[in-house]
C-alpha cells in the first residue's frame, strides 16, 4: 500500500498548481464545460510461450511462469469523473504527435459542443501546446488549443490526477494477469 503525501521539496510552484487542480475539481459539474482528466503509461506487451491448461470450476487458472515479450504499447487514457465517462486509446508510441492526435479525438470526437475543456494532466514534455504545433498545421493547432483549459498537477504530485488512478485501478483489475 502507497502512502501519498506532499513531499518535503514541495515550494511555491508545488502549492500554485496543486491549489489549481484541487480549485478546479471542487467547480460545479457542468456538461457544456467538462473537467477532463488525462494521462498516459507504458504497458508492456507479452505472450505466452506454452499453452494454458484448461480451466474447471472452482480452480485456479494454470500458465506457465515462461512468456514471450512482445513489445510495448502506450495507453492514453481519459476520464470525466463527475460524469463517469472514460476512454482508453491504445498506440504503439507515446510521443508527441501520438499526444496531440489523442487531444484532437478528445476535442473533436469525444467533446465537439464544448466550448471549453478544462483539462487536468501531468507535465510531461509532450503535454504541451507546442505537441499541436508539431503535429497539425499551426491554424489546426490553434483551434484545437482555444477550446483547452490546462491545469497541470505539480512535479512529484501526479497522483493529483484521477486519471493515474484510473490506470492503476484499470491495470490492477484488468491487464496484471501475471502479477
Sequence with gaps: MKTWCIPPQADAD????????LATYQLPYDP???V??????SKQLIGEVATPLPTRPGQPKCV???YERLGVCSEF????????WRHVKVTDRRTKKDWAQCIRELVDVHYPH???IRLVLDNLNTHTGASLYEAFPPEEARRILERLEFHYTPKHASWLNMAEIEIGIMNRQCLDEWH
Design 64 to 66: 506457465d511462469y515462461q
Design 32 to 34: 457544456a464545460i467538462p
Design 77 to 84: 487514457i481519459f476520464c470525466e469523473p463527475l460524469a463517469g
Design 14 to 21: 508545488f502549492a500554485f498548481h496543486m491549489e489549481d487542480v
Design 36 to 41: 477532463i482528466c488525462m494521462d498516459e503509461a
Design 114 to 116: 464544448a466550448p471549453k
